[in-house]
């Protein structure tokens, strides 16, 4: 039987593919015990060094990310090419020049976000969500990792708006942008010193704000526990933290977030159309 569309060994195990292959099988142009060996790699990939999560798409909406820290460029290649094989986008963090150009050997069309140090590949059109998130930094030494949010939410499909600069040093930078604030579904505020804008900016949106502390300060910040402990004392309600310096983190869960709220607000106007 035919079998161009999934490649034994990775085999393709998005949502997509796989709906095609279940409906080859119900069409009978696909025996199941064909099927079987497609899906032999369901859930996970074995290299050795690490076990490619396919199934995470399917379970949680997006495909596993390669942290690069501590992975030789040689071992994130080959995660890398096996989730791309399986025919899903890429995100791959923390990455320096030197992993990027062994990755880009293996798969041409990546390309590297220098500042938030992330490596993308996207097989598929962005389908991007109706509401945004805001992404805003307290200084410009913050910007790398509100950068990795940036970068993380955009893969996951949303529409991204930044303010970068904007922190308490210089408080009516940030309330010049108020309007960006009010029509944001979602707010990531990324602040290294004291932490003190997630606390602002909570005190001024009726919005989920997610505060990532940041490694950016002098001693006493003590590698960002200082503005972790002021976020994490937040008197503003709706703030909650990520760990420091987790731009990913970040971005990840504000998706989730837009997404659940998109979801929910589709229901509510079908709904009230019927």
Known sequence: MPRDSFVIGTSAVNTKNLRRLLNKVRDGKLEVSDALEDLRSLPYDDLGFAK???HR???????EVILCEGKTPEQVTEIAQRIVGNGSMLLATRADEEVYEAVREAIPKATYEKAGRCITYRQDRPS???HKILIVSAGTSDIPVAEEAR???EMMDNRIDVLYDVGVAGIHRLLEHSSEIFEANVIVVVAGMEGALASVVGGMADRPVIAVPTSVGYGASFGGIAPLLTMLNSCAAGVAVVNIDNGFGAGYLASLINRT???KRAKSDKGRGS
């Open 151 to 153: 970068i993380t939410a």
């Open 52 to 54: 490619v999560d396919h």
């Open 128 to 130: 991007l969500s109706k």
């Open 57 to 63: 798409q399917l379970r949680c909406g997006f495909p």
């Open 261 to 263: 709220n998109e979801k």
